[in-house]
């Protein structure tokens, strides 16, 4: 199978290009509502794991239904140090998180990395499952099963206000400043990935998935390998969970439940499985997930608030994974590559039949 | 030198290799020799310890191989080419050329041009994908990969499969021409006999797991009773 190869292109073509993109959303964020730039936040958080998680399954092979687990562990490790050290700026809190989740994938590769196919991903789930306990364990820190931790909500730096001021007085949104944020971290997880993909890492890890016995043939530790590949999935899972925490302010034992793990991987799926353009589909997919699902209920006449409302989210995204995984398994991302090769030869081939 | 003693290795209750003992000079090819299910493959699998002995040692110069991890050999020198020669089908052949420097320190960069001018028809190809490459193209570029870091010993399983014959004399060429320019030794399993005798300085024939003959290539060649018997080479 012949993946999209976005990673291929030459660094400096990889950078305008993901730059460009993130301009483009910034740009964005200054035409939108407060609601959209709240949904646009979320999302580029959850294409932040879902980045993770297509590094892990689609570049290392691994499988792992574990990533609320880790978001769970940089969520929850910004919420708790917030309200003891609420000065923390929000870099270092980010970073934390993401630390927070790598610690999470390292202790989770200890056994993950011995198990292959079924027995990893129930290993995973098993994961995320212990870290949504140990909200009730430590429940001097975290509140237990029924509190919520608040964080200050994000306020709109005065440098921030004050470079943007003559575009647009009321930048002081909080919304937007998140979203700004939200995009921003994500260009800066995205850049940092594209360069991973297309290291020496990246290569070894495409080896292992596809020929592991070739892999150590070449000199390759396949467990020091694997173990890498989960903690960078994690870290970028915790680095998702704490903004995620960040942007809603609050952490709830409900906010990373084990259902966010099976959405993270149909919208991988959707997007493309192991190429950068799938995780930025798939956060964008989320995004505007909430809107698409509330216009189907209305239109259906179904109430948000009943049985069939609450679950719709689950029913559409099912029907989109059994969709995608039928027309097009290579996920949306790969068949806009598919289409415009296809567009390419077709008319590279009318030049070439075309008379002198 | 590879020095194989009293090597027995089991799948389970099963014997694929039985007191097997052989030495290899360095800087030599031999050729290892036998029908299907003779053990040839499952004695480089163990000389790169994809497999665990149950009985014996595998020496290199002075190294205990057995006990040793799979990537430890590989960084000693030892490149396995595989059946089936292992290219990743959506990388290009410059980039599978590069996974060849992975665990080496050596400068990947010289490393895959000095293979580009070893290989000229891989330089012609080096931003097609493996997966578009033919048989012959695709194990030129398996064994170009195993030389880019460099190696001491070459362990080639069945370079010949699946290709036509003007490709296997091709190959055979080639790896005739990298053991007297590269001074490398090389173990090659091979099902052609014919093909491998033409170029070996030595043989090691396998029947059932058992050494039945190691001697010199044009010795096994020239003996009529282990072609017939062993070989398939006389009617």
Partial sequence: ?356 | MIRVAHLTVKYGAIAALTDVSFEVRPGSITAVLGANGAGKTTLLRTISSLMTPSQGEIFLGDTALVGQKTEDIARLGVAHVPEGRGVVAEFTVEENLRLGALSSPENSAHAVAAQFERFPVLAQRRKQYAATLSGGERQMLALARALVARPTVLLLDEPSLGLSPMVTADIMTTISTLSREEKLTVVLVEQNAKSALRIADHAVVLHVGTVVADAPAGDVANNDDLKRFYLGLVK
């Fill in chain 1, 1 to 356: 199978m012949l993946r999209p190869n976005f990673h291929r292109l030459p660094t400096t073509s990889r950078w305008i290009v993901i730059l460009g993109v993130t301009a483009t959303a910034l740009g964005f964020t200054f035409t939108f509502n407060a609601g959209l730039n709240a949904q646009i936040a979320s999302g580029a958080a959850i294409s932040i794991v879902v980045l993770g998680l297509t590094w892990l399954t689609g570049w290392s092979g691994q499988i792992s239904l574990g990533n609320s687990g880790f978001m769970a562990c940089g969520g929850y490790f910004v919420g708790v140090w917030a309200n003891h050290h609420a000065a923390t700026p929000l870099v270092i809190s980010l970073l934390f998180a993401t630390a927070a989740g790598a610690l999470g994938g390292l202790i989770l590769a200890v056994p993950a990395t011995r198990l292959r196919g079924p027995y990893l991903a129930g290993a995973t789930l098993a994961f995320a499952t212990v870290t949504s306990s140990l909200v009730y364990v430590f429940g001097n820190w975290t509140g237990g099963p029924t509190s919520q931790l608040f964080l200050n909500s994000l306020t709109t730096p005065s440098w921030f206000a004050r470079m943007f001021s003559g575009i647009q007085a009321s930048l002081n949104s909080s919304a937007q400043y998140g979203a700004d944020l939200a995009i921003c971290v994500a260009a800066i997880a995205f850049l940092f990935m594209s360069n991973l993909f297309h290291s020496r890492l990246g290569r070894a890890m495409t080896l292992v998935r596809d020929n592991d016995v070739s892999a150590e043939l070449m000199g390759i530790n396949l467990r020091r390998t694997r173990t890498i590949a989960f903690v960078i999935a994690a870290a970028l899972g915790g680095l998702g969970g704490g903004l995620q925490t960040l942007l809603n302010g609050s952490v709830t034992p409900g906010s990373f439940p084990l259902t966010i793990s099976i959405t993270l991987l149909t919208l991988m799926v959707l997007g493309g499985i192991g190429t950068l353009t799938g995780a930025v589909l798939g956060g964008l997919i989320f995004a505007v997930s909430s809107n698409v699902i509330n216009w189907l209920c209305s239109t259906a006449g179904i109430s948000s608030t009943s049985n069939l409302g609450t679950n719709m989210q689950g029913i559409v995204f099912s029907v989109l994974l059994m969709t995608t995984m039928l027309i097009a398994p290579q996920g949306i991302s790969g068949n806009i590559v598919r289409g415009y090769r296809h567009l390419m030869q077709r008319f590279t081939s009318k030049i070439d039949n075309s008379p002198a």
